[in-house]
């Protein structure tokens, strides 16, 4: 069955440094992979999407890179702030061309000042 | 102005009751969704519908009853409340294309006693 790691269930990092959020995934090849954010007490709010055939997506702060070969994305938040501090999820589509989403189980990740 | 919301945002009773949780979207998306997070935050899809019509349903006890009166509300009935039913209840929706971002609710924290 379809798996999907994120293996770090919490990063500390300093603030303006990069974070790197890692997924992983097992037994399956989809066609896109999203990023999601998740405060606390709040529902998860979309970040970005990468399709298979991209290897790299920017949003100002935000990198996210998509290996097919070695099925892993990897999320970079770049001079990170304390704002940052979040869970972050990523999440694959579980079936060719559908909308059904399968969650990993999040990084939670702490910005010092 | 709330994209996605849902009623009620707590909801505790007892194991054995009967609970409806409600969702209303006003985006004009065409795909709805349940999800259930847990204790431990893992998100895992529970159903969708795509202008009223069942899509998705996963191996979800059927003790739980989505409906959709109409393409912008998406309910869930739960029969027979068990305390392993305890978790949050997001619900979502998305323009219904393959690859599109899903917006989600506020969440609904069910607590069984």
């Known amino acids: 069955s379809q798996k999907i790691e994120q293996n770090s269930e919490a990063l500390n990092i300093q603030e303006g440094k990069t974070a790197t959020l890692t997924c992983n995934y097992t037994n399956y090849s989809p066609a896109y992979l999203q990023w999601y954010r998740q405060d606390p007490g709040r529902g998860p709010v979309f970040l970005l999407l990468?399709?298979?055939?991209?290897k790299e997506k920017r949003k100002e702060r935000l990198k996210v890179t998509f290996d097919t070969t070695l099925k892993q994305s990897l999320f970079h938040i770049t001079a990170s702030q304390p704002a940052d501090s979040a869970t972050y999820l990523c999440a694959l589509e579980a079936g060719y061309n559908t909308d059904k989403l399968i969650f990993g189980t999040g990084t939670r990740l702490q910005v010092f000042p | 102005d709330t994209a996605v919301s849902q009623t009620p945002k707590y909801l505790v009773t007892q194991m054995g009751n009967d609970k409806s949780i409600k969702c209303e979207q006003n985006l004009g998306h065409d795909t709805m969704y349940w999800y259930k997070q847990d204790s431990k935050k893992f998100l895992k899809i529970m159903f969708s519908y795509n202008n009223k019509e069942l899509i998705i349903n996963e191996t979800v006890p059927n003790r739980f009853s989505p409906k959709s009166p109409d393409k912008a509300h998406l309910n869930l009935h739960i029969n027979s409340l068990e305390l392993g039913d305890s978790a949050v209840y997001f619900c979502a929706s998305s323009p219904g294309t393959s690859g599109d971002e899903q917006f989600f609710g506020p969440g609904t924290r069910l607590t069984v006693l």
């Open positions: 990468i399709r298979e055939n991209e």
